[in-house]
């Protein structure tokens, strides 16, 4: 099966299960896990900011940091389909004790001018403003890219309210392959912010948080608190540092092969997709009168595996374990189903 479902489903390169056999591990509890350690240090030192932390999942990473920065009761401005939001079980609200103020982007993007007006006054009976939340790249915007410019602009209004600017990266390094963007320079732009060793980076688990040394260590007994503190951890944390130094450079392979899949689909069936919005490893296709679930259905019959977005868009994702050939096929067999109707 070519599997495009996510790039969540991709397996641990033999180099990868090397470095795992390989790690000298110690009890992270006591800080005496020497992978972990290393992993938080390079990831820190990556970013230009004091301190990073190993969590089990990217939710996880997102919760400590609501936790570690947002106080409870307050708002959390963020897009409508922001991943905190749709896919998180209500954790923010469940364990956090934030609600969420949602704002309709474009494609999963927020832009300053639209937030700006959407904070409620600072004044008592209004819910206080806790953060600003943004999603790089966005999941439900198709991979887009918010970028330097919008990101400046919304740091500038977070300092301007005196609140935090959150970032979930959870394919971050997407973007800074996509852009050209230097890590340093998305580091400096958020107060605290998470991203994934488990998605294109290819980790089999895994997140990060970074951020100064007080959020960190905030974030830190939140994930005690939460059951994520974690022993011997270091056959995990090895995988991330593996893929850290191998598997970075190499997304660029997966934004090349989403762009050819949307350009291949979309010729074959105008409308049904824009290649031009591809930015970085999502590809999302409009299936018009046929229903997603029945082009999936069709999709699994030929070998390929997609996903559902709604009624009728599907979603496809690039990821290291379908190189270039497998992508060519899904996409001829893509537009065959939805050419035939």
């Given at each position: ?258 762009r050819a899949m949307a350009r291949k689909v979309a010729d074959a069936v105008p409308g049904s997709c824009d290649p031009a919005e591809v930015e970085t490893n999502i590809v999302y296709v ?55 109707g």
């Open positions: 099966m070519i599997d495009l479902r996510s790039d969540t489903v991709t397996r641990p390169t033999e180099a990868v299960r090397r470095a795992m056999a390989a790690a000298e591990v110690g009890d992270d509890v006591y800080r005496e896990d020497p992978e972990v350690e290393a992993l938080q240090e390079e990831v820190a030192d990556r970013f230009g900011r004091e301190a990073a932390l190993f969590v089990p999942s990217g939710v996880m990473g997102t919760l400590v940091l609501l936790r570690a920065l947002v106080p409870p009761g307050s708002e959390v401005v963020c897009e409508s389909d922001a991943h905190l939001v749709a896919y998180e079980a209500g954790a923010g609200a469940l364990h956090a004790g934030v609600q969420f103020r949602t704002i309709d982007g474009d494609r999963g993007r927020l832009d300053v001018d639209l937030v700006r007006p959407r904070l409620r006054p600072p004044t008592f009976p209004y819910t206080a403003v806790g953060a600003i939340s943004v999603e790089e790249t966005t999941n439900r915007g198709g991979g887009a890219i918010h970028g330097l410019d919008r990101l400046r602009a919304l740091r500038a209004l977070a300092d301007e309210r005196g609140v935090p600017l959150h970032g979930d990266g959870a394919r971050l390094f997407n973007a800074i392959v996509a852009s050209g963007v230097a890590p340093r320079e998305y580091g400096a732009l958020f107060t605290g912010f998470s991203f994934c060793l488990s998605k294109g980076l290819g980790a089999p688990v895994g997140s990060v948080v970074v951020g100064d040394a007080d959020v960190v260590a905030s974030a830190r007994e939140w994930r005690r608190r939460l059951g994520g503190a974690m022993r011997q951890v270091g056959v995990l944390a090895a995988a991330g540092r593996h893929v850290l130094a191998h598997h970075v450079e190499r997304l660029a392979e997966d934004h090349a092969n989403a409009d299936t018009g009168a046929v229903p997603a679930a029945a082009v999936l259905e069709r999709l699994r019959e030929a070998g390929v595996l997609a996903g559902a977005m709604g009624e009728d868009l599907v979603r496809l994702v690039t990821h290291l374990d379908v190189d270039a050939a497998g992508c060519d096929r899904a996409a001829d067999v893509l537009a065959k189903v939805l050419s035939d």
